[in-house]
């Protein structure tokens, strides 16, 4: 019903910037609130970013603040993840996510996710 792709990740230098873009279709028209899930090999799935319909209400993971940024373009569709001064810590899977509101994301649509790896 929902789909999300993700898009641009891969290997990035420790210290470097990425940006990290997702683009859903289908049954979206309704306001819903976007946000960005990471998982790192034998980890639980952890909360990274989400932001409103309106995109004046954000959150983001302590271990995230001040280097990431999250960002939507209703117009298209999409969300956007600007993650600044990366560290090894930060290799993961990051996946999209789709729900009615910051709250529930766990629970909404779910991407196929973008890897990003961090040399040290």
């Known amino acids: 019903q929902v789909q999300l792709v993700e898009s641009g990740g891969g290997l990035v230098q420790a210290g470097g910037s990425l940006r990290l873009s997702c683009a859903a279709s289908g049954r979206t028209f309704i306001d819903h609130a976007m946000g960005w899930f990471r998982q790192a090999p034998g980890k639980e799935r952890e909360f990274v970013a989400a932001i409103s319909w309106g995109g004046s209400v954000t959150s983001y993971a302590d271990s995230v603040k001040g280097r990431f940024t999250i960002s939507r373009d209703n117009g298209k569709n999409t969300v956007a993840l600007q993650m600044n001064s990366l560290s090894p810590e930060d290799t993961a899977v990051y996946y999209c996510?789709?729900?009615?509101?910051?709250?529930?994301?766990?629970?909404?649509?779910w991407g196929q996710g973008t890897q990003v790896t961090v040399s040290s």
């Open positions: 996510a789709l729900a009615a509101n910051i709250a529930t994301l766990n629970h909404g649509s």
